[in-house]
């Protein structure tokens, strides 16, 4: 799954231009992105292969560079639940570098065929001692998931199924238009979404026999985007 091949010029590109690496001193990024760069390994894995398990030590993060990633984990009931899924460009699991435990707090896998490279935690930790400034961006990020988390779990807690449901469509709609391929399958997605998956597969029917949406299995169109917002606003904070 992995192999020695060293970073060249894309995947120092792709770091450099990563959020993280973005607002530091002028000229600090591509510096900062061959120091993280420093030791990390190549990564290549077939759709469904296992990149780290829940409980592992926590020894490396990951850059996507091509296909899609996810963490995961399974209820008591055995039932699998999909917490997101990374796309090329994105740093996954570098929150976990920095847990107190060492361990990572979920398992990952790759969706597709995926290759991307393993940073070091402890070239991350080296790099945020010598830049102080890109410690303030991990902590900011990190400050913002916690944030994004709360209001997940008032939003689960306080909202409906077709809130819930209208407010995940139109988040992808924002990213991809109104065609819309579903990261997750139904069951996963029920899961995700905290509702019964018997209720998520009667809710596309309504909508779909009502003319909100449209498509089949993991392929949407939304077709009453109006509507659709209307349900979602109640997920909407001001800040």
């Known amino acids: 799954m992995t192999n020695i091949n060293l970073p060249g010029p894309a995947a120092l590109a792709l770091l450099a231009g990563h959020p993280l690496l973005q607002g530091l001193p002028p000229g600090t990024g591509p510096e900062v992105a061959a120091e993280l760069l420093r030791g990390a390994m190549a990564l290549r894995a077939d ?3 296992v990149l780290f398990g829940e409980g592992d030590d926590a020894l490396y993060y990951l850059l996507i560079e091509s296909g899609q990633a996810e963490v995961m984990r399974y209820s008591y009931n055995g039932d699998e639940r999909v917490f997101r899924v990374f796309e090329p460009g994105q740093l996954m ?3 976990a570098m920095f847990m107190p435990h060492g361990r990572y ?9 995926l290759q991307g490279w393993r940073l070091s935690r402890h070239q991350l930790h080296e790099a945020c ?14 400050s913002k998931s916690l944030y994004d988390q709360v209001n997940k779990v008032d939003w689960m807690t306080s909202s409906s199924a077709p809130e819930r ?11 991809h ?15 995700h979404l905290g509702i019964r ?10 909508w779909q026999t009502q003319g909100y949406i449209s498509g089949q299995r993991r392929q949407w169109a939304v077709r009453d985007p109006a509507h659709l917002a209307k349900l979602a606003t109640t997920a909407k904070r001001p800040f």
Do not use: F
């Open 47 to 49: 759709a469904g292969q």
């Open 93 to 95: 699991a570098e929150a």
């Open 197 to 206: 998956a018997e209720t998520l597969s009667r809710l596309l029917n309504d």
């Open 129 to 142: 001692r010598r830049w102080p400034d890109l410690a303030l961006k991990l902590l900011a990020g990190l």
């Open 105 to 113: 707090p979920m398992q990952a896998r790759a969706r597709t065929l």
């Open 165 to 175: 449901l209208a407010n995940y469509l139109m988040g992808l709609r924002e990213r």
């Open 177 to 191: 238009g109104d065609a819309l391929t579903l990261p997750l399958n139904q069951r996963q997605l029920a899961a």
